[in-house]
């Protein structure tokens, strides 16, 4: 028994990584978004489109690195056009995510579907349990590098919010528009550029899905992982650091019905299957309040309301 | 940008005369702004849509060719249009109804999955026991309570907790097709049909029929009479009345004393009500058995639906007609222009977007002010 657990708890936690690695890429992207004052509820679909391209554009040039550039790319294409909609007077931020939300998801099934069959080079991963006789150990910390990739930019960007006159400028237009217009800053260029580089980076979190885990591109691949990555902004309270805590900590949440798959239990698979949704709800009940806006939330943020 | 030239073109002849004293018609012409914008939107992404078939190989015209075919042209395909359409309506009513209220419900996908499954479970003990009238009619009070229950729990969420409504709802979705998936691959499974994972068939008789005369089932006319009926609760009553003004303005709603609360459950609950109907209409008329195919997307068509129609309830059913009709010539379009399925989402998708881009235009053309002073947004 107590074998079986560690089992379990080896399989969760290298699922954990794995499992962790788009949400990260999601998050990180929604929360430059919103630190701007803006909502992109579209990077569920961005994170398909991402997948599809990064899938395509790995199959045709042998190159998994040019098809996670390839989704980034497609990812700010989705992003930018999201900003300059919103940029609009009278447009309705969270609506246009949405609509970009299916708009994504339905161009990435049409041109996705001649690459459900073919295989396309996967992303290498870096074998980092050399050191352990343990298979399981071994295979779970085969980590890709994409993960550490995530890692870094989530430092970097917590360092520049804080530290670089950009991150002031990001801060000021996302807690008062009118503030950053006194300044002399243009808010719909900001909003802009933050949209379409969080689209990069959840395109990248897309090619993570189809070129490394699980690695293959078909319909199903992503059920909502990119709303509920915009959920675990608010829960990382806009934060870069804790978004990668979190997209962890819902990694580990997503990696339990495998995990305990893999020792033989599927009994009430589908639950655990539903496990990161219903987690998610449960913290967005325990962190959101009816009395107050949450803490160190964006100012010009439309969901503040 | 007040020259009200561009858009004449497509405004009603009626609104074109010169109003000069009648109230009517000078409000004629200010509402119509509201069939303008989005009919100039729907064109508008016809257009692109026409760019991007002719960019991948494919002849607009053969498209439209086989919409009309396989959603319009026949007797046949007209009432497979009407079929498809009430689920259209029912979902893009648990859009609307919310909206009226502020806020922006997107699980009707969910509702509809859960109400239909709900159905299908609370029959598998009554098949052949129970007469099929009341069986059915247990069938869509259970279709109904649960799926209100499940957008009412967004609701309540929003109400009492101030959590995000679009994406609680979204998520829930997500967890109702899960919990439908571990009964019907679970407990309810029905082992005499090893293919697909579904519950106990209704069987014939216990079948909801047709509308006599049709070959479309009575989902689409309870679709409409319950677009009726909701048109009047939202516009005539002191409960839609209630419902706009805390749409409107919720600090004013709250210090007018309103049961802002109960308002917003209500409405969430109406709105997941419609959708567990669609879900069982699907049930009891369509597949005869619950399971993975509840699924369809038509909760995220009736979302588009819904913008479209303005979330207007008498508007969302010709507007549903249209997007059933083009649901139904899916297939066909697939077979003949060798074009993936996927083809009707990228429409509504670019629909969708344009559309709401096209809200921007609200208000900035003279030609819908007729009454000076007068702001209309």
Known sequence: MNDGLATVLIAMLGGAIRVSTPFMFVALGECLTEKSGRVNLGLEGTLVLGAMVAYAASYHTGSPWAGVFAAGVAGSALGAMHGSICKLPKVNDVAVGIAMMLFGTGVAFFFGKPYIQPTAPRLPSLPLGGWSDSSSLKSALDVNPLFFVGIVIAIVMAWALRNTRWGLVVRTVGDSAAAARAMGISVDLVRFLTTTVGGFLAGVGGAFLSLSYPGSWNQGLSSGQGLMAVALVIFARWNPMRCVIAALLFGGAGAIGPALQSVGITQGYYFFNAAPYILTLVIMIATSSAKRSARDMPGELSMAR | ?377
Request: with cysteine; hydrophobic share 55%.
């Open chain 2, 1 to 377: 940008m007040s020259t009200g030239a561009p858009t004449a073109s497509e405004v009603p002849a009626v609104a074109m005369k010169p109003a000069a004293g009648s109230d009517f018609a000078l409000r004629l012409r200010a509402n119509s702004e509201y069939v303008a914008i989005p009919a100039f939107a729907l064109l508008m992404a016809a257009l692109l849509f026409a760019l991007f078939l002719l960019a991948i190989g494919k002849s607009p015209i053969d498209f439209v060719a086989y919409v009309w075919r396989g959603g319009f042209g026949t007797a046949f395909s007209f009432q497979n249009t009407l079929q498809r359409s009430s689920p259209l309506i029912l979902t893009a009513l648990a859009v609307a109804i919310p909206a009226r209220i502020g806020l922006i419900m997107i699980g009707a996908e969910g509702a509809l999955v859960l109400g239909g499954f709900a159905a299908a479970a609370i029959a598998v003990p009554m098949i052949g026991v129970a007469p099929p009238f009341l069986t059915l009619a247990i069938m869509v009070v259970a279709a109904i309570a649960v799926g209100g229950l499940w957008v009412g729990i967004a609701g309540y969420l929003r109400y009492a907790r101030g959590v995000n409504e679009t994406i609680a709802s979204l998520l829930l979705t997500y967890i109702g097709i899960a919990i439908m998936n571990f009964f019907v691959e679970g407990v309810l499974r029905d082992a005499s049909n090893p293919n697909k994972p579904s519950t106990k068939p209704l069987g014939d008789a216990y079948m909801v029929g047709k509308i006599p005369g049709t070959d479309v089932h009575w989902g689409f006319a309870v679709g409409v009479l319950l677009a009726i009926a909701l048109y009047i609760l939202m516009t005539r009553t002191t409960f839609g009345f209630a419902a706009r003004v805390t749409g409107g303005n919720f600090r004013a709603a709250l210090a007018q004393g309103l049961p802002v609360g109960k308002l917003i459950v209500s409405c969430a609950m109406i709105a997941g009500g419609c959708a567990g109907l669609a879900g069982f209409f699907e049930v009891a008329a369509i597949q005869g058995r619950a399971n993975a195919s509840l699924a369809a997307g038509y909760g995220f068509t009736g979302i588009l639906v819904s913008f479209l129609a303005r979330h207007n309830p008498l508007v969302i059913v010709p507007v549903a007609i249209l997007f059933g009709g083009l649901v139904a010539s899916g297939g066909l379009i697939q077979r003949r222009m060798d074009l993936p399925d996927a083809t009707v989402l990228v429409l509504q998708g670019l629909i969708f977007v344009v559309l709401l881009t096209s809200e921007t235009l609200y208000g900035r053309f003279a030609f819908f002010k007729p009454i000076k002073g007068r702001d209309r947004t």
